[in-house]
Protein backbone atom coordinates (compact mmCIF):
# COMPACT_ATOMS: atom_id res chain seq x y z
CA UNK A 1 0.00 0.00 0.00
CA UNK A 2 2.84 2.59 1.04
CA UNK A 3 4.77 1.95 -2.67
CA UNK A 4 1.49 2.55 -4.56
CA UNK A 5 0.66 5.03 -2.51
CA UNK A 6 4.04 7.09 -2.36
CA UNK A 7 4.70 6.22 -6.11
CA UNK A 8 1.82 5.75 -8.05
CA UNK A 9 0.34 2.79 -10.10
CA UNK A 10 2.72 3.47 -12.65
CA UNK A 11 6.11 4.30 -10.72
CA UNK A 12 5.75 1.45 -8.19
CA UNK A 13 8.05 -1.52 -9.89
CA UNK A 14 7.75 -4.79 -9.60
CA UNK A 15 11.05 -4.94 -7.45
CA UNK A 16 10.10 -1.96 -5.24
CA UNK A 17 6.73 -3.76 -4.65
CA UNK A 18 8.26 -7.59 -3.65
CA UNK A 19 10.95 -5.74 -1.42
CA UNK A 20 8.16 -3.91 0.49
CA UNK A 21 6.32 -7.31 1.10
CA UNK A 22 9.41 -8.99 1.56
CA UNK A 23 8.50 -11.87 -1.15
CA UNK A 24 9.56 -12.66 -4.29
CA UNK A 25 8.08 -12.46 -7.90
CA UNK A 26 6.85 -16.04 -8.16
CA UNK A 27 5.11 -15.27 -4.34
CA UNK A 28 3.58 -11.84 -5.00
CA UNK A 29 1.96 -13.10 -8.75
CA UNK A 30 0.98 -16.52 -6.50
CA UNK A 31 -1.03 -14.57 -3.71
CA UNK A 32 -2.25 -11.63 -6.20
CA UNK A 33 -2.24 -12.10 -9.78
CA UNK A 34 -0.53 -9.47 -11.35
CA UNK A 35 -0.10 -5.99 -10.63
CA UNK A 36 -3.16 -4.81 -11.25
CA UNK A 37 -4.48 -7.33 -8.74
CA UNK A 38 -1.82 -6.26 -6.14
CA UNK A 39 -3.19 -2.45 -6.90
CA UNK A 40 -6.87 -3.60 -5.91
CA UNK A 41 -5.80 -5.22 -2.54
CA UNK A 42 -3.70 -2.29 -1.35
CA UNK A 43 -6.31 0.43 -2.27
CA UNK A 44 -8.69 -1.98 -0.39
CA UNK A 45 -6.79 -1.44 2.73
CA UNK A 46 -5.94 1.82 2.24
CA UNK A 47 -9.44 2.70 2.35
CA UNK A 48 -10.04 0.59 5.24
CA UNK A 49 -6.99 2.40 7.07
CA UNK A 50 -5.80 5.83 6.35
CA UNK A 51 -9.03 6.82 4.59
CA UNK A 52 -11.34 5.43 6.89
CA UNK A 53 -12.26 8.77 8.04
CA UNK A 54 -15.19 8.67 5.15
CA UNK A 55 -16.78 5.82 6.53
CA UNK A 56 -16.74 7.51 10.52
CA UNK A 57 -17.62 11.09 9.51
CA UNK A 58 -20.77 9.56 7.68
CA UNK A 59 -22.29 8.95 11.16
CA UNK A 60 -22.19 12.12 12.20
CA UNK A 61 -25.43 13.84 13.92
CA UNK A 62 -25.15 16.60 11.05
CA UNK A 63 -24.09 17.39 7.83
CA UNK A 64 -21.71 20.31 8.69
CA UNK A 65 -20.36 17.70 11.41
CA UNK A 66 -20.23 15.22 8.53
CA UNK A 67 -18.23 17.93 6.39
CA UNK A 68 -16.04 18.75 9.20
CA UNK A 69 -14.91 15.16 9.98
CA UNK A 70 -14.42 14.26 6.86
CA UNK A 71 -12.59 17.34 6.13
CA UNK A 72 -10.21 17.10 9.19
CA UNK A 73 -10.24 13.35 8.34
CA UNK A 74 -8.48 14.25 5.13
CA UNK A 75 -6.05 16.65 6.80
CA UNK A 76 -4.86 13.97 9.10
CA UNK A 77 -4.78 11.38 6.77
CA UNK A 78 -2.51 13.10 4.14
CA UNK A 79 -0.22 14.36 6.76
CA UNK A 80 0.85 11.70 8.96
CA UNK A 81 4.08 11.30 10.09
CA UNK A 82 6.35 8.22 8.65
CA UNK A 83 3.48 7.90 5.64
CA UNK A 84 3.38 9.53 2.45
CA UNK A 85 1.62 12.86 2.21
CA UNK A 86 -1.26 12.77 -0.17
CA UNK A 87 -3.93 10.52 -0.99
CA UNK A 88 -3.48 6.94 -2.64
CA UNK A 89 -6.96 7.82 -4.03
CA UNK A 90 -6.16 10.85 -5.71
CA UNK A 91 -3.03 10.67 -6.68
CA UNK A 92 -2.23 6.74 -7.78
CA UNK A 93 -2.76 7.72 -11.26
CA UNK A 94 -3.09 10.88 -12.33
CA UNK A 95 -0.15 10.73 -14.52
CA UNK A 96 -1.06 7.34 -15.23
CA UNK A 97 -0.32 6.18 -19.01
CA UNK A 98 -2.28 3.51 -20.79
CA UNK A 99 -0.70 0.94 -19.09
CA UNK A 100 -2.18 2.43 -15.67
CA UNK A 101 -5.47 2.85 -17.16
CA UNK A 102 -7.09 0.25 -15.14
CA UNK A 103 -5.89 1.79 -11.85
CA UNK A 104 -6.83 5.47 -13.13
CA UNK A 105 -9.95 3.94 -13.72
CA UNK A 106 -10.44 2.09 -10.32
CA UNK A 107 -9.74 5.20 -8.50
CA UNK A 108 -12.25 7.36 -10.60
CA UNK A 109 -14.80 4.90 -9.20
CA UNK A 110 -13.67 4.96 -5.96
CA UNK A 111 -13.82 8.95 -5.77
CA UNK A 112 -17.25 8.65 -7.12
CA UNK A 113 -18.13 6.31 -4.84
CA UNK A 114 -17.01 8.71 -1.65
CA UNK A 115 -18.76 11.43 -3.57
CA UNK A 116 -22.31 9.20 -3.64
CA UNK A 117 -21.68 8.09 -0.08
CA UNK A 118 -21.65 12.07 1.01
CA UNK A 119 -24.47 12.98 -1.26
CA UNK A 120 -26.67 10.06 -0.03
CA UNK A 121 -25.95 11.42 3.90
CA UNK A 122 -26.46 14.74 3.32
CA UNK A 123 -29.90 13.88 1.41
CA UNK A 124 -30.78 12.09 4.74
CA UNK A 125 -29.81 15.69 6.23
CA UNK A 126 -32.07 17.28 3.46
CA UNK A 127 -35.05 15.04 4.57
CA UNK A 128 -34.50 15.17 8.42
CA UNK A 129 -34.51 19.02 8.30
CA UNK A 130 -31.02 19.24 8.95
CA UNK A 131 -30.73 20.66 5.63
CA UNK A 132 -32.54 23.69 3.80
CA UNK A 133 -35.38 22.10 1.61
CA UNK A 134 -33.24 23.51 -1.22
CA UNK A 135 -29.72 22.42 -0.75
CA UNK A 136 -28.50 20.05 -3.34
CA UNK A 137 -26.91 17.52 -1.67
CA UNK A 138 -24.65 16.34 -4.86
CA UNK A 139 -23.57 19.87 -5.13
CA UNK A 140 -22.89 19.72 -1.53
CA UNK A 141 -20.84 16.57 -1.72
CA UNK A 142 -19.41 17.49 -5.19
CA UNK A 143 -17.32 20.97 -2.67
CA UNK A 144 -16.56 18.64 0.34
CA UNK A 145 -14.79 15.88 -1.87
CA UNK A 146 -12.92 18.38 -3.93
CA UNK A 147 -11.81 20.64 -1.01
CA UNK A 148 -10.45 17.26 0.16
CA UNK A 149 -8.97 16.58 -2.99
CA UNK A 150 -7.14 20.20 -2.69
CA UNK A 151 -5.73 19.18 0.54
CA UNK A 152 -4.33 15.70 -0.68
CA UNK A 153 -2.67 17.53 -4.04
CA UNK A 154 -1.46 20.24 -1.23
CA UNK A 155 -0.13 17.90 1.39
CA UNK A 156 1.65 15.68 -1.46
CA UNK A 157 3.41 19.50 -2.06
CA UNK A 158 4.77 19.68 1.26
CA UNK A 159 2.13 22.15 3.04
CA UNK A 160 2.16 21.20 6.45
CA UNK A 161 -0.78 20.20 8.55
CA UNK A 162 -2.11 23.23 10.82
CA UNK A 163 -2.15 25.36 7.34
CA UNK A 164 -3.98 22.72 5.57
CA UNK A 165 -6.83 22.14 9.09
CA UNK A 166 -7.17 26.07 8.38
CA UNK A 167 -8.15 25.51 4.71
CA UNK A 168 -10.84 22.59 5.95
CA UNK A 169 -11.79 25.06 8.70
CA UNK A 170 -12.48 27.98 6.12
CA UNK A 171 -14.39 25.60 3.50
CA UNK A 172 -16.51 24.57 6.39
CA UNK A 173 -17.26 28.19 7.39
CA UNK A 174 -18.70 28.56 3.80
CA UNK A 175 -21.57 25.71 5.20
CA UNK A 176 -25.53 26.50 4.06
CA UNK A 177 -27.65 27.43 6.83
CA UNK A 178 -30.42 25.30 7.90
Same mark, same amino acid.
Not at 10 to 16: H, I, K, M, N, Q
Not at 94 to 113: F, I
Given at each position: MLVFWEQGY???????LTEAMGINRTSMYAAFGNKEQLFH?? +?? #?YID? &???? +?? #????? &???????EAFLTG?????TRPGEPHGCLAVQGS????????????????????SWALLRDRFARSVDEGDLAPDADPGLLARFILTVSNGIAVQAASGVGRDELQRVADGATRQWPPV
Open positions: EGASLTDAA +LQ #RG &PASY +LT #RALNE &PTARQVASVHATLAAGDSGRAARDVLASCREQ
